[in-house]
Each structure stands twice: as structure tokens, then as C-alpha cells.
């Protein structure tokens, strides 16, 4: 079979089910990752064929897109703040509004006067925070909390395919009392750290509804949903870790539920930190927090 004609099958197959742009892309997200080919190969070699063995490949990743199995669990990998990233049904896909929140941070970080700043993740999920800060910030020293054992795992190779180094702990932060008792691969996590940040679950039941069919199947439910009547859970929890386990200068950072800005800016605010402000993202949604005490 000529992969442009295999092209034109793919488009039609799909056709009905998503928009032309974005079949195009998983098309030669699927070509580069099962062939190391981008479109500008396929556009020099016009008569490159693939063999049966990869027709199969191709007729699974098809298959999947059908049932609207995201293209980032299809294929195994994603990007997140330039770097490579595994993922699989154990994290969620990371997003790009998380991408702002980490530019935030090393934006803000690179004007610390600090030399080894202490970061630590809460809900690591992918890793994909605390990988792209300390691949972009190497002399910090980055702590990263999960309460699955399969996404540790999953985070655990992003930081070696990465080339960074990252304490990963297990535990169930809304069981922890007191951070510095946590035991880390090597030693005991710090009593205070000059970052804390934190992307926990916050999409409530009732806002269900608007969340698209492949998040909603594919993605882990652990990671996405809070009670509607306790949406803030984690953020109480982080924060009232956070007063007690923040160096004299340090910030407290959260992605948040874009409808809970301003109940979660006066929750912050009734834990005694300062400046606490509301960022929004790129769609125009609040959607960050920042928080110190100075
Ligand atoms: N932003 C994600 C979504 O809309 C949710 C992330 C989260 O719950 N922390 O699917």
C-alpha cells in the first residue's frame, strides 16, 4: 500500500467523527511515531509504501481513534513544555494550561535570589511539572507526591527519558498531617520547601456534562473529579500543608477550576497568605494561583 493513498482511507474513515485539521495531525503524529517520518519525507517520497505488518499498525491506531481513544494513549507519548512525555490510562494527558503554569514558576523562580530552591509537586500525575522544572531549572531540587503507585511509575520514566533527577513519593496527601515525616528513595522529605505547587483534581460531577466523551472514558477519574459539595478538598488540604511547610519567602502555586477562582483565592486568603492572585490562561478562564505570605 502508498502511504498517500493509505492517507486519503485514513482521512475518510474519520471523517464523520472529528474535523479535517485534526485527523490531519493524527496522521503524522501516527507516521513520525510508527516510522520516524514527518510530512516533509512523505512529500519527497511519494511512492513510499508500507508493508502488511504496518497496515496492521495503522488499522489499530484507526480502530482506536474510532472509539475516541485520545491519540496521546493510542500512540504512548505526548509533548509537554518542549520535552517527550509517556502517558497511559494511569495519568492524565498533560495540558497545556498546565504548560503556563509551569512557565509561571520558572519566570518567577529565575528572579529568586535562592540558590538551590526546594520545589515540591502535589499530584504529580505524568511527572510533567516537576520534569520541566528541573530540566529548565537544574539546580533546584524537585520532590514530587502521588497517591498512585501506576502513575509513579509513569512519572519515574519521564524523569529518566528526561535526564533528571526527581524524589518521588507515594502517599495520599489528604491523609499526611505533617510533609517532613514522608520518607523519599533516598532520604526524608524537607520541612520546608520554597515552592509549592499543585494540580490536583477540581472538575466538579455537575460539570460533567461539558467535558468531551474521551476525556470522560479515557482518562483517569481520580485525577479529574472532586465532589460537588467538597470541590476545594485538596486545595484546603494543600494550603493548610503549604503554612506550615513553606521557607520564609516561598510561593504556593495552583491550577484551578476556571468557575472557582474566587472561592478558592478567599479560602487561600483565610489560611493568612498575602498576595494571593488569580491569573487567568490563555482562553481568557482563571485558571492559576500564586500565593506568599510576604
Ligand atoms: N484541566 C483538566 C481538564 O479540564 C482537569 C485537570 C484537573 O482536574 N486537575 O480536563
Redesign the pocket.
Known amino acids: 500500500m502508498i502511504f498517500k493513498n493509505y492517507k486519503h482511507t485514513f482521512l475518510q474513515a474519520l471523517s464523520s467523527l472529528y474535523d479535517e485539521k485534526e485527523i490531519e495531525s493524527f496522521f503524522y503524529l501516527t507516521l513520525e511515531k510508527l516510522h520516524q517520518k514527518k510530512r516533509i519525507d512523505l512529500a519527497l517520497q511519494p511512492d513510499l509504501m508500507m508493508d502488511e505488518v504496518q497496515l496492521t499498525q495503522w488499522e489499530t491506531v484507526l480502530a482506536e481513534l474510532k472509539i475516541f481513544k485520545p491519540i496521546q494513549y493510542i500512540l504512548g507519548d505526548t509533548e509537554f513544555y518542549g520535552l517527550p512525555f509517556l502517558v497511559n490510562e494511569n495519568v492524565?494527558i498533560p495540558?497545556p494550561?498546565?504548560e503556563e503554569l509551569v512557565e509561571l514558576i520558572l519566570v518567577e523562580s529565575r528572579k529568586s535570589k535562592v540558590e538551590s530552591l526546594k520545589i515540591l509537586d502535589i499530584?504529580t500525575g505524568s511527572g510533567c511539572i516537576p520534569v520541566s522544572l528541573k530540566k529548565n531549572l537544574p539546580s533546584v531540587e524537585v520532590f514530587a507526591i502521588d497517591v498512585s503507585t501506576n502513575a509513579l511509575e509513569v512519572a519515574q520514566k519521564n524523569a529518566e527519558i528526561n535526564g533528571v533527577e526527581v524524589n518521588f513519593i507515594q502517599t495520599d496527601i489528604l491523609k499526611v498531617n505533617d510533609l517532613k515525616n514522608l520518607p523519599t528513595s533516598n532520604s526524608k522529605l524537607p520541612a520546608s520547601f520554597d515552592i509549592i505547587v499543585s494540580?490536583?483534581?477540581?472538575?466538579r460531577n455537575l460539570e460533567k456534562a461539558e467535558?468531551n466523551p474521551n476525556?470522560l472514558e479515557f482518562?483517569p477519574h481520580l485525577?479529574?473529579?472532586v465532589e460537588d459539595n467538597d470541590a476545594l478538598l485538596f486545595y484546603r488540604k494543600i494550603t493548610e500543608l503549604a503554612k506550615n511547610h513553606l521557607s520564609e519567602n516561598g510561593k504556593l502555586y495552583f491550577?484551578i477550576?476556571q468557575y472557582l477562582g474566587k472561592e478558592t483565592v478567599v479560602l487561600i486568603e483565610s489560611y493568612g497568605f498575602k498576595n494571593v492572585l488569580l491569573i487567568k490562561d490563555i482562553y481568557g478562564n482563571d485558571r492559576m494561583i500564586s500565593a506568599s505570605y510576604s
Do not use: K, Q
Open positions: 492524565l495540558r494550561e498546565t499530584g494540580n490536583p483534581p477540581y472538575v467535558i476525556v482518562e485525577a479529574l473529579f491550577e477550576n
